[in-house]
T-cell receptor, first 112, second 115 residues
């Protein structure tokens, strides 16, 4: 069955550093991968989408890479700020379904 | 960006009662909306796909008679939790899909507590 893995342990980093979050998947050949941000008690907010034929995509301080050989996506936040503290979810297209499937998310804590 | 609202944001009800949650797309029409359930520190679990003008499609293991979904218009879908029990206590989130990239726009969520 399809499986998405995100590190369940929180990532703690110092303000100004680059945060890197990982999304691994198995038994998938997704056409695209999405990243969302979720704050406590709130619904997720869409951040970025990267397609299978794209290696990298950037948006302001965010950078996403997609390695279909490793079956992995990396999500980077440069010059991190305490306001970036949240849970970040990756989602993959449903392998033929247009409905994305979500990972559990990784909590990021940026310390001032 | 697209805005999706949910009402209420929090609700506490007694066991055995029914609760209705509304999901509205405020600035776009959504023929399809989705209902999710999320437990603390867990991933979003898709419960059902709500289609305007037709019956909802439920995921395996989700009781359609317990979680009634109505998509009466292009901007409104409702989820009714019938005969709620404490184990139904959870965070319920709706979303609507928009755009060529199929990005989902989520509502702010509804925290349901059944006592």
């Amino acid at each position: 069955s399809q499986k998405i893995e995100q590190n369940s342990e929180a990532l703690n980093i110092q303000e100004g550093k680059t945060a890197t979050l990982t999304c691994n998947y198995t038994n998938y050949s997704p056409a695209y991968l999405q990243w969302y941000r979720q704050d406590p008690g709130r619904g997720p907010v869409f951040l970025l989408l990267i397609r299978e034929n794209e290696k990298e995509k950037r948006k302001e301080r965010l950078k996403v890479t997609f390695d279909t050989t490793l079956k992995q996506s990396l999500f980077h936040i440069t010059a991190s700020q305490p306001a970036d503290s949240a849970t970040y979810l990756c989602a993959l297209d449903g392998g033929g379904s247009y409905i994305p499937t979500f990972g559990r998310g990784t909590s990021l804590i940026v310390h001032p | 960006g697209a805005v999706v609202s949910q009402h209420p944001s929090r609700v506490i009800c007694k066991s055995g009662t029914s609760v209705k949650i509304e999901c509205r797309s405020l600035d776009f029409q959504a023929t399809t909306m989705f209902w999710y359930r999320q437990f603390p520190k867990q991933s979003l679990m898709l419960m059902a796909t709500s289609n305007e003008g037709s019956k909802a499609t439920y995921e395996q293991g989700v009781e359609k008679d317990k979680f009634l979904i109505n998509h009466a218009s292009l901007t409104l879908s409702t989820l009714t939790v019938t005969s709620a029990h404490p184990e139904d206590s959870s965070f319920y989130i709706c979303s609507a899909m928009r755009g060529a990239d199929n990005e989902q726009y989520f509502g702010p969520g509804t925290r349901l507590t059944v006592t």
